[in-house]
């Protein structure tokens, strides 16, 4: 096991190593560099003067010079200073951004698997009755709703109409932080956010336990008298949640990007919006380091599934 | 024998096809994207304006007698644009996932098939893929390439053969220590043999799920690269980029039509697409008419 | 799992959606005199950046902390002293003589010359990354003969100077000295404590959420009204809106289309002011396609300017016959370029269009990617097919655009057409950069390689010229020269929009280009309670 562990954990640097490599080079061939982002074209600067700024940011020297002294720095853990954020360092404002994200991702998805664990079994439960359909269909129309349609409708009739949540940032600015002002503006992205985690989450866990609730031990309890309850409770939700379990933990590695969308329409402060606007005023050293930073959790959240995996079913072994 | 000649009539797609047709919600799906493909290959014979022309004198008109579904910032019909509209995101929807479900099949395949290391190295190059965030291949691919349909069908296209490649290799890993494998192998069948005529039909199940799920998620994925500004560009009518009207408040209040029922299109052909996947996918279960 | 863990979550998950719809979100914009609004939305403001050095935009909000020389007034008409109370010019326009005013910088040390000298040797110095080291090249030296009068020394009379000079905010110098030129960029000072003269002093930035000032109590104008400003950061122009309607910012910039929201609503005051941004289409100079000026005449009559001012600006846009829309530099005797798209295919026919390019489509390059572009842009294309020139719009990001047309060995190919805008006031010599032939890149962003004897003539006539009386003369036979030899086709300036509480007192906006600066007075800014 910690044999495995290791190596996994090595290949993991590789490909952190590959993956730095292939957004170095992805950010090059994109069109316009960081001074063509800066310069607004009604307000005219000369290429002259962008040549000057240029050289002195380093952008004139050949593409592998620039890569190799990015990995210099980075190996020092200096990670650059940010072009457009006025000079800030790079990995404080990174970081910065992760609690952000965690925050809404992880409400959002604490949400979503409640309601949709739940709702999945009211709907096994109660199959085709009136309650299931009803469920069913919500959660098609979840899955299938453009997330920035739900998000600006949203935003629209609870900020701007009902006037019951703020229309967006993190914090009410300017005031002193306190935790209710906090729960005010996470409410309405969180709910959003989770729409469509839940409609998927319900239909796995749904499907799912349907399949477990046929399987034999579960007749052979049901025919030894143990109450539909406990049935289900005990012995079909832990194995119907494996399927279920995947998923969460899928969802959970790509949820340090972030939801661009939601955090758009919002202007929450984490790391998809970060790097939407990075890629847009071609900030190289937040994108380069932000991509690694999710890389490397979404690299370290597969390893612990597969891990977690290998350990819970003794029938999978571990490549 | 005489089994044999039953199989023919009953063979596991047929009985695949009978349990489709008693799923309701299936059936509503299949009806529902019909007669959207329907109207919408077909819609220059019943409507008399052309997506693209624009009129000055009409603009943002609700719905009237000669623009059924009212006309938008430039007075170009609603109707026109959001049958146009969905030619072009079904369109793109459809040729990604083709892309993509040939590329994934492949490399599932290849990683399954192709010995221990093979098997490793593609699926660290399969890693690596989905470890790149999407929100980032998406922007930086996009900005590359810059906006329009055969570019919004490339970006999608080389979003979603990560996600088939690994279960493609599962069913096949687990296929290859099946008997009538082994024996195939033990007469000296060769990889193309062997995925064309043993991998190809058993994985038949997990393809058309994947496809039809995809498509729906495809179109949703194209119209939010045309939100951000990507995607497919303006003129051209495509269901996401009608969508982004709805950024302005005036016409999120005003001029519902202009976003509402593009919305509505667009959630109606995905909800109609993941019926019919959903259907699939019990379909090929064997086990569901134990219900 | 049990159902009752279930059961109560989703109870408290109602409970808690029952409490806030009982107590709505009470974000008041402004309490104890605070004002918060959206200052940095729109194409006039530049989200995070503090270095005014480096600042190609945003001014409306570093100009309430920093303060230049001299500034343009609340109508961007004339230019008045700021930091220098009075100045003169020597007759041969090479020596200006400030007297500058007594202030002191927030930290309370003392204003003197010595600053002055030091930002402008900063401005000038590339290393340093500032934006205006080409619009001072003309400056030779500053002397201080005292603390409180500065002389510039020009080695050529050059009239874009005291322009740049209202968009120069005085650093202090005995905070900056101590930091070498070429780490100055990437300083923290700028984000953390920075210090101005203006009417409010900096508090906080807090990263990518908003940017909060505190009064100057000894202003050298007052005492301000307001106790706070705050600056929200806003992703788009819709978020910023929505905010403004939900009440939880007192005043932004708003789009043209967003206005009919606002306008019959007495909780808002709606703001229009000119863009002073020409609006045109350019013609790539390097494609043969646009060498016959009867071809580039043709595309004028073929634009029905007027349908689309009328109708997708609202009225709220001035038809440009050249690179001007202001009365006094405008001669009587231009070609208005009426919409005529039967002269339009007389004059393609003569010139041989078949021949030239037929109906092959043609990119027309821009970086506007607001809904009003995407409509106007639409219509363009409608109206020069009907004329047989196929125009097929592309909208590339600003990143993207600049890479393009800036590119060392550029592709014509990528930008034959291109719809833009350019600053043409309130210093008329501003569209110079775009249009004259010295002016091709890398020296300027004559980025079309326009090579037109008589434009270029005029315009360095007009530069150049030493006498008051005769610059409207000078301008005007530029207007004459762009209305005859058409290096662009000019379409329009447009008018934009602000809206602001009407609880606002005193509040003055006007949508400058880069954000001013120019003599808002945010002292005398106060809220009704």
Not at chain 2, 39 to 60: C, S
Not at chain 2, 91 to 105: K, L
Not at chain 3, 176 to 193: Q, V
Not at chain 3, 275 to 282: A, I, K, P, R, T
Request: with cysteine; proline share 6%.
């Amino acid at each position: 096991m910690a044999q495995y562990c290791l190596r996994r954990l090595l290949i993991g640097l590789g490909m952190l190593a590959a993956l730095s490599v292939l957004v170095f080079v992805l950010l090059r061939l994109t069109p316009g560099d960081p001074i063509d982002a800066y310069i607004n074209p009604a307000v005219a600067i000369s290429p002259g003067e962008m040549a000057k700024l240029r050289s002195e940011l380093g952008l004139d020297q050949p593409l592998p010079v620039q890569y190799l002294a990015w990995l210099r720095a980075a190996a020092r853990g200096d990670f650059g200073f940010s072009l457009q954020h006025n000079g800030e360092r790079v990995l404080p404002l990174v970081a910065g951004r992760i609690g952000p994200t965690l925050l809404l991702m992880g409400s959002g998805l604490a949400i979503a698997i409640v309601v949709g664990i739940a709702t999945g079994v009211i709907g096994a439960v109660r199959r085709n009755s009136a309650t299931d359909v009803g469920l069913s269909v919500a959660a098609f129309l979840g899955i299938s709703s453009p997330p920035f349609l739900t998000a600006l409708v949203g935003l629209y009739v609870f900020s701007v109409l009902l006037r019951w949540a703020p229309s967006g940032g993190m914090l009410t600015p300017g005031a002193t932080f306190s935790m209710l002002d906090l729960v005010k503006h996470l409410v309405l992205p969180a709910l959003l956010l989770s729409i469509g985690h839940a409609a998927l989450i319900m239909r796995y866990m749904r499907a799912s336990l349907l399949e477990v609730l046929n399987q034999d031990y579960v007749r052979t309890a049901r025919a030894k008298g143990v109450p539909e309850f406990w049935v289900i409770a005990k012995h079909a939700l832990r194995n119907a949640l494996l399927p279920v379990v995947t998923l969460i933990g899928s969802t959970i590695g790509i949820a340090v990007g972030g939801a661009i969308f939601i955090e758009s329409v919002f202007n929450w402060p984490g790391m998809g919006l970060l790097l939407v606007n990075a890629v847009e005023t071609r900030d190289y050293p937040v994108i380069m380091s932000a991509t690694l930073i999710i890389g490397a959790c979404v690299i370290l959240v597969n390893l612990i599934t597969d891990i977690t995996y290998a350990a819970i079913d003794p029938r999978i072994q571990v490549a | 024998m005489m089994s044999l000649a039953l199989s023919r009539r009953n063979g596991p797609l047929a009985r695949a096809l009978q349990r489709f047709m008693m799923n309701g919600a299936a059936l509503a799906g299949s009806a529902i994207l019909i007669s959207m493909l329907i109207l919408v290959a077909t819609y220059p014979a019943f409507v008399q304006h052309r997506p693209n022309d624009i009129d000055l004198l009409a603009l943002n008109k609700g719905a009237s007698a000669t623009h059924w579904f009212g006309t938008d910032g430039v007075g170009r019909d609603v109707l026109a644009r959001i049958l146009q509209g969905g030619r072009v995101s079904l369109m793109v929807a459809s040729i990604s996932v083709a892309i993509s479900t040939v590329i994934g099949f492949l490399v599932g395949a290849l990683a399954a098939m192709g010995g221990r290391t093979a098997d490793a190295v593609v699926m660290r190059f399969v890693d690596l893929a989905m470890t790149l965030p999407p929100v980032i291949f998406l922007l930086v691919l996009a900005s590359i390439i810059g906006a329009g349909i055969p570019q919004t069908v490339l970006v999608i296209a080389l979003l979603s053969w990560p996600v088939l490649a690994r279960m493609v290799r599962a069913r096949l890993l687990e296929l290859r220590e099946r008997d009538f494998v082994v024996a195939s192998r033990g007469m000296g069948a060769g990889i193309g043999h062997l995925l064309w005529r043993h991998g190809l039909p058993n994985t038949t199940d997990i393809l058309l799920v994947h496809i039809t799920l995809q498509v729906a998620n495809a179109i949703l994925l194209e119209a939010g690269l045309s939100f951000l500004g990507l995607g497919v560009p303006p003129p051209e009518a495509s269901w996401g980029n009608m969508l982004n009207a709805a950024r302005s408040t005036v016409v999120l209040e005003q001029y519902a039509w202009q976003w509402l029922l593009p919305g509505a299109a667009l959630v109606l052909t995905v909800l109609a697409i993941n019926f019919i996947g959903d259907g699939l996918r019990d379909a090929f279960d064997p086990r569901s008419t134990l219900n | 799992m049990r159902f009752r863990t279930i059961a109560s979550s989703l109870a408290v998950t109602a409970a808690l959606c029952g409490w806030l719809a009982l107590h709505p979100h009470a974000a008041k914009a402004q309490d104890d005199l605070t004002l918060t609004g959206g200052f940095d939305v729109g194409p006039g403001g530049f989200q995070g950046n503090f270095n005014p050095l480096a600042a190609t935009g945003g001014f409306t909000w570093l100009s309430l902390y920093f303060e230049p020389l001299i500034i343009y007034d609340e109508k961007l008409e004339k230019v008045i002293g700021a930091l220098a109370e009075s100045y003169e010019v020597s007759s041969d326009k090479t020596s200006y003589t400030f007297h500058l005013a007594d202030a002191n910088w927030h930290d309370g040390k003392p204003f003197t010359s010595a600053d002055v000298k030091f930002t402008i040797d900063l401005a000038k110095n590339g290393a340093t990354g500032t934006v205006f080291a080409a619009r001072l090249g003309a400056i030779s030296a500053v002397e201080t003969p005292d603390e409180h009068t500065a002389i510039v020394r020009l080695s050529a009379a050059n009239a874009g100077v005291p322009d740049a000079l209202t968009k120069l905010l005085i650093l202090p110098k005995h905070a900056l000295s101590g930091i070498a030129p070429d780490a100055l960029a990437r300083d923290s000072w700028w984000s953390k404590s920075p210090i101005g003269t203006g009417p409010f002093k900096f508090v906080r930035y807090v990263n990518d959420q908003y940017v909060e000032l505190a009064a100057n109590e000894n202003y050298r104008g007052g005492k301000p009204a307001l106790q706070r400003v705050i600056n929200r950061y806003f992703e788009n122009t819709a978020s910023a809106v929505s905010a403004l309607r939900a009440g939880e910012i007192s005043f932004s910039y708003v789009e043209s289309n967003d206005v009919g929201a606002f306008r019959d609503n007495d909780a808002f005051r709606v703001i229009e002011g000119k863009s002073f941004v020409v609006n045109y289409l350019g013609f790539n100079q390097e494609v043969p396609l646009w060498k016959d000026v009867r071809v580039r005449q043709a595309v004028m009559y073929a634009i029905n300017r007027d349908a689309i001012i009328q109708s997708l600006y609202g009225g709220a846009a001035e038809p440009a016959n050249c690179g001007y829309v202001v009365d006094r530099l405008i001669p009587s005797d231009i070609e208005p370029y009426a919409y005529n798209p039967e002269k339009a295919k007389q004059l393609l026919k003569e010139a041989g269009w078949d021949k030239i390019n037929g109906d092959k489509p043609i990119t027309l390059l821009t970086y506007y990617n607001t809904p009003l572009a995407a409509n106007v842009l639409a219509a363009i294309q409608a109206m020069l097919a009907q004329v047989g020139i196929n125009v097929v719009p592309r909208t590339v990001d600003t990143p993207t655009y600049n890479g393009m047309i800036y590119a060392e060995k550029p592709d014509p190919a990528q930008f034959p057409l291109v719809y833009a805008g350019l600053q043409n006031g309130p210093d008329p010599s501003s569209i110079n950069v775009g249009l004259n032939e010295k002016q091709m890149p890398p020296a300027g962003s004559n980025f079309l390689r326009i090579r037109m004897p008589e434009v270029t003539a005029a315009f360095d006539a007009a530069l150049t010229e030493t006498d008051g009386a005769k610059l409207d003369a000078r301008y005007q036979d530029v207007c004459r020269a762009m209305n005859a030899n058409l290096p662009w086709a000019t379409l329009w300036v447009a008018n934009r929009y602000g809206v602001a509480s009407s609880k606002l007192k005193n509040f003055a906006w006007i949508p400058a280009p880069a954000g001013g600066p120019y003599a808002a007075h945010p002292e005398k800014w106060s809220v009704e309670q």
